[in-house]
């Protein structure tokens, strides 16, 4: 690659040169005419005739000749030191590519969820947050997002031990990165709540009992807590941000997150996918869907 941006920019200055250097132009015409006088030597045996006029242009050639290499020796130097630096730069551009970094991006942060999920795979142990008052999630937009909320298990000792250990990570990150505080809204459902829930129709949940990783403690919905209440809405600017935040995290953390499901999106979702555990429906229906909930 270095010697094709050598070759590159050293053929540019030489038609540069020809193009705008008239003596330049006057060598590169007689090498031309040199060249070509071989040819005419040879056809010249035949036709005797045209001998004094390939002569003339021979001499011609050499006086052009004479004169460039002038040029040659008066602005060889200049002619050297100019290509060198054209072909220099890119070179130099070429070394120093590896130290380029692009605009917002923080290596220190990405490091930083490297270590804590290094430490939570090799058996850190997080603490899950003491549970909050029950009338917190009464309010008329926690009870939209989930229907029957009295119904739904906050408690943390019923996910998958891996999964709570990711969620609780992830928490704990948009906490101390962001300032954000999360809210676990439901984690495991039984067959039963999530039948109930199907019943209601595709726009609630597409999965029914079984095919949905919150009956084995696999999925979880999340909120934000802003200005002491809870808000789960994405209307909410807070929230949207939140949202992405959340997603980004959970990404990092191999977890799927609901917003990046191109049919029925859930912002606040987020699951560790497992193959084969989902239960597939019976013959003639549509088969379980990690994006379902």
Known sequence: MVFGVLLYFVLVTAVLAIAFLAPVRAWAWSRAHRFMQGGKAAASTALS?????????????????????????????????????????????????????????????????????????????????????????????????????????????????????????????????????????????????????????????????FESYHQYGLAADCAFMINGRIVVSEANPQAARAYDLLGGIAKSLGLTWGGDWRSLKDLGHVELSRPGVLRTRTAGAAPASSQAH
């Open 49 to 209: 005739s045209s001998q004094a006029g390939l002569q003339q242009v021979a001499h011609a050639a050499n006086g052009h000749a004479t004169q460039a290499s002038r040029v040659a020796r008066r602005y060889g130097k200049w002619m050297l030191m100019a290509m060198s630096l054209l072909a220099g730069m890119p070179l130099l551009a070429l070394a120093l590519h590896q130290w380029q970094q692009l605009d917002g991006f923080d290596h220190t942060r990405s490091h930083e969820v490297n270590e804590q999920v290094a430490a939570l795979l090799h058996g850190e142990q997080l603490v899950a947050p003491p549970p909050l008052p029950p009338e917190l999630f009464t309010t008329r937009e926690v009870e939209q997002a989930i229907p029957f909320v009295h119904q739904a298990s906050r408690q943390w000792e019923l996910l998958d031990e891996d999964f709570r250990q990711r969620m609780l990570l992830a928490f704990k990150l948009m906490r101390e990165q962001h300032g954000i505080e999360m809210v676990l809204l439901e984690g495991y459902r039984s067959p039963e709540r999530q039948a109930q829930l199907a019943a209601m129709g595709p726009q609630v949940t597409q999965a029914g009992a």
